[in-house]
């Protein structure tokens, strides 16, 4: 029987300087250890915690692990000299201590537990825990230190210009860059506010507020105010035009027989086996933000299923499993933080295996046992990521051959147990300490039946084995206690039908079983089971994956009972201290659609209904935020019925949608919707136009103005302004009006500033309609758009407002598809100005494409180029000024399409979604950054 001793005769201080010094954040610790009553000599692990007074909140740990209460991952190594041993804790120096943070010392009760391991009785915790009293150090809170007061201190708007005298604050008060645009409202500094020639002067000066002699500057614009100050243009540099391919939310295909490791803050699973076979990619799934994020793929292992992933503390490692032909001994180490792989050396590793086990030191992957594809398999071997090297284990006294079997890791020790050896199953086991690299016999008295496909966690004091099968399934298990080399039974009352394949994963206090449909939590102190619920849980399933994250467990992929190809890709999150379910949501951007519609809010981009697989009409949407790269679902309750070929408007605070069709047919109403509440208002219908879908809309700055279209009467040319203000109201806009255009749709429209303007279109009868209106609703009249010098009609060309011309191009007619277009100048009469396809880069002739507005260009991309032509995944971008075309890069490019959206941000272009052909819809995010000619100035 081993028993600790500890006296805190020493007690617990922090180190302190003089009193206006800097104080370390290290804790001077001392205590002593005694091992059945004898003063302990030599090389001991230890594990500290700071925690709170019930010892159930982790605050710190030496190595940042610890929650709960629970001890942390890996251990300290210290010597102990008769009995007596002193640590400074938070000494990042020492090997897996971290650093204390100061925000530690906010708790009013702080106390520090210990663990300690002799390296032969395994762990225990001492008792009592210590409380952190105040130290000499304490005494600086009377006085405040020199340079103590920093900007951190004040809330915001804590000091204004009241609190301040007149000239109290100036240069020599504010240290270099301690104001930037961050702390400065905007327009907040303006000439009166600067001395004169302040701002020359800052650009003149030297040191970390200027720019060093030689030191270069790139400005967007041929810029005076440099000269001015004093630089020198040297030149132009252009940067290129690039697409990027932006996150969406979705996870990796489906799958089971996959890995998974907990990183503190993400579940990181890869490989696997799904629907196309052996699968070689991955995601990272971050609970905080409900998010997935894709894992690159350059340098990854090859595909594999049934292979073993540990985490290191800064990285993953992949190892071993059955690939495409035959089983693999390589693998490799995912970075996150660097979001790149690097391999894993095969030289001295073991060879290749499947359904074996690894486990992590603290230093060390250890890998042992599995089926070697000619058999079973007794050996193993141990991986040093900081030197990429393998060392051989022993096998004297190593357990028998096995796959199938469960490992835990005890902080000194691997307890291997259970499986499966090609001709029985097992109930026998062994211990492996690394340190004297030897094994130890695993009793078998008392331990569980013979079994695989089973658990096991390790407690801190124990190894819990639950489940599993042999040609039946088992609903029992047993508690290995190493110290005693003896196992005590797993009560059975209560506990839940998981059987095989299941997943097990310890809380700090429980074990939680989950598989199938049914789980349970088993608590070893009182031997007892409590229900997991199943209400809002994951479907039925095994073969997935589970990881603890320190307050939830996190359940992923797996195969769903029935066979086939039922493989799954989703998952949810299980809190016990609620005994609650949270869904992990398959993809939180929208799903694949084409002819929806899109919206700039100034920040984020709207996407809402379509039309999408299955022949289904959509009525949901999602917000996506390119600065954040993430999607929020729109919400779906009081929004409008499903529809495609509605359109959409942002009107300032929300997003108008209006008319369409859907199951029942052409529709003629709406809802408006407001990203700041995620709620939608219902635009009424009393007064709206008749239904309609392929219509237009612009945004007027207080009106909506709907226009045309199609519906069974034919082709339209009403219309009508709606103003969302108060309960929101319709102003016909009659087709009796003087000079109103003909009957279309499928027409544009662009809204200048005082009028909209309509062009193109298809009328009645295979018509196209000649003439062209511009609409002004303050007078409520038309106004025609000359055909002199017009490009020919047609139907779902492009149409942008540059602030002077509305710029058109491409579209299709009956019997071809369009390559050029044209600019129309309303001003006075109004002219046109061709734009022919016979201009340098001109993009090949399409319909069902997209362009938007840059403020110095129209950018055209994608769309459909008519029979023998397919899809086209190119475009161009078009400069009035120059009347020229540039071709965008073909480089790492979205699938070609039609149907999509785009539009423009201020800085790039957004496109999503569309139709891929052949039945094909997608929900892809992509931005186009276009090259810029940029100016360079040197400093003298």
Not at 82 to 97: A, E, H, I
Request: net charge negative; hydrophobic share 40%.
């Amino acid at each position: 029987m081993k028993t600790f001793i500890l006296a805190t005769f020493a007690g617990i201080a922090l180190l302190a300087g003089s009193l206006p010094a800097q104080v370390p954040q290290l804790i001077n610790y001392q205590g002593r250890i005694a091992v059945g009553g004898t003063n302990f000599n030599g090389l001991g692990q230890f594990k500290f915690a700071l925690v709170g007074e019930a010892g159930t909140v982790s605050y710190w740990s030496n190595d940042g692990t610890s929650s709960g209460g629970s001890p942390p991952a890996s251990a300290v190594r210290l010597t102990v000299t008769n009995g007596l041993y002193s640590v400074l804790l938070g000494d990042p120096t020492l090997t897996n201590m971290t650093a204390i943070p100061p925000s530690v010392f906010s708790h009013p009760d702080l106390r520090l537990s210990v663990w300690f391991n002799d390296g032969s009785h395994g762990w225990q915790q001492l008792t009592p825990d210590q409380r952190i009293a105040a130290a000499g150090y304490a005494m600086t809170a009377e006085e405040v230190r020199d340079g103590a007061i920093t900007s951190a201190k004040f809330a915001n708007g804590a000091v204004g210009a009241t609190q301040l005298a007149a000239g109290a604050v100036a240069g020599t008060h504010l240290a270099a860059n301690a104001v930037q645009t961050t702390h400065l409202s905007p327009a907040a500094v303006t000439s009166t506010q600067l001395a004169a020639g302040a701002a020359t002067a800052n650009l003149n000066a030297d040191g970390q507020a200027g720019v060093a002699a030689g030191g270069i500057i790139l400005s967007a614009s041929d810029n005076a105010d440099l000269v001015n100050a004093g630089y020198v243009k040297i030149g132009t540099t252009v940067l290129s035009d690039h697409w990027q391919e932006r996150f969406n939310g979705t996870p990796p295909a489906v799958r089971f027989y996959h890995t998974a490791v907990w990183t503190g803050s993400e579940m990181i699973v890869w490989g696997g086996y799904g629907g196309g076979g052996v699968l070689g990619d991955g995601g990272r799934y971050n609970p905080a933000a409900n998010s997935w994020t894709g894992l690159p793929t350059t340098d990854a292992p090859a595909a594999r299923y049934i292979h073993t992933a540990v985490w290191t503390g800064s990285e993953m490692i992949v190892w071993g499993g059955q690939v495409q032909v035959g089983v693999s001994n390589a693998g490799a180490r995912y970075h996150p933080a660097s979001n790149n792989w690097t391999r894993v050396a095969t030289n001295g590793a073991p060879a290749g295996r499947f359904h074996h086990t690894a486990v992590w030191t603290g230093s060390e992957m250890v890998v042992w046992g599995g089926f070697g594809g000619a058999g079973y398999l007794a050996d193993g071997g141990r991986y040093d990521p900081a030197t990429d090297t393998w060392a051989t284990m022993t096998t004297a006294g190593a357990p028998g051959v096995r796959s199938d079997h469960a490992a835990v890791w005890t902080g000194s020790e691997m307890i291997v147990w259970g499986g499966w050896n090609g001709s029985a199953g097992l109930n026998d086991g062994g211990r492996y300490n690394p340190v004297s690299n030897s094994w130890a016999a695993v009793t078998t008295t008392g331990a569980p039946s013979a079994r695989e496909h089973h658990t096991a966690v390790w407690t801190g004091s124990e190894m819990i084995v639950w489940g599993g099968s042999m040609g039946t399934l088992f609903f029992d298990g047993g508690r290995y206690n190493p110290a005693t080399d003896s196992w005590t039974a797993v009560a059975t009352p209560g506990a839940p039908f998981a059987g095989e394949y299941h997943t097990a994963v310890w809380t700090g206090g429980a074990m939680i079983v989950w598989g199938s449909s049914s789980g349970g939590r088993y608590n070893p102190t009182s031997n007892t089971w409590a229900a997991v619920t199943a209400a809002g849980g994951p479907a039925a399933r095994n073969l997935h994956t589970a990881v603890w994250t320190g307050s939830e467990m996190i359940v992923w992929g797996g195969w769903k009972n029935g066979g086939g190809s039922n493989y799954l890709n989703d998952g949810g999150r299980y809190d016990p201290a609620a005994n609650t379910w949270t869904v992990i949501e398959v993809s939180r951007a929208p799903t694949k659609r084409s002819t929806h519609t899109a919206v700039w809010t100034g920040s984020e981009m709207i996407v809402w209904g379509g039309y999408g697989s299955g022949g289904s009409y959509l009525n949901d949407g999602g917000r996506y935020n390119p600065a954040t790269n993430t999607w929020t679902a729109v919400a779906t309750a009081d929004a409008p019925g499903a529809r495609f070929l509605h359109t959409a408007v942002w009107a300032g605070t929300g997003m108008i949608v209006w008319g369409g069709a859907g199951a029942s047919g052409y529709l003629n109403d709406g809802g408006c919707y407001s990203p700041a509440t995620d709620s939608w208002t219902v635009v009424t219908a009393t007064g709206a136009p008749a239904p309609r879908q392929w219509h237009t809309a612009v945004w007027t700055g207080d009106e909506m103005i709907v226009w045309g279209g199609w519906n069974n009467g034919g082709s339209l040319n009403d219309g009508g302004c709606y103003n969302p203000a108060g309960s929101g109201a319709w102003t016909a806009i009659p087709n009796t009006l003087a000079d109103t255009p003909a009957p279309r749709g499928s027409h544009t429209a662009v809204w200048t500033g005082s009028e909209m303007i309509v062009w193109g279109g298809y009328g009645d009868g295979g018509s196209y309609p000649p003439n062209a209106g511009r609409y002004n609703p303050a007078a409520n009249r038309w106004a025609e758009v000359t055909t002199t010098g017009a490009p020919a009609m047609r139907e779902n060309p492009v149409a942008v407002w540059t602030g002077s011309e509305m710029i058109v191009w491409g579209g299709g007619s009956n019997l071809s598809v369009f390559d050029d277009g044209g600019r129309y100048n309303p001003t006075g009469a109004g002219t046109w100005s061709a734009i022919p396809n016979t201009l340098a880069n001109t993009p090949a002739a399409r319909t069902a494409h997209t362009a938007v507005w840059t403020g110095s260009e129209m950018i055209v991309w994608g769309g459909y180029g008519g029979w023998g032509s397919g899809l086209f995944n190119d475009g161009g971008r078009y400069s009035p000024t120059t009347d020229s075309w540039t071709a965008m890069s073909t480089t790492d490019v979205p699938f070609a399409r039609s149907g999509h959206t785009a539009l423009w941000t201020g800085s790039e272009m957004l496109v999503w979604g569309g139709y891929l052909g052949n039945g094909g819809y997608l929900n892809d995010t992509w931005s186009y950054t276009p090259g810029q000619v940029m100016f360079l100035y040197q400093k003298p």
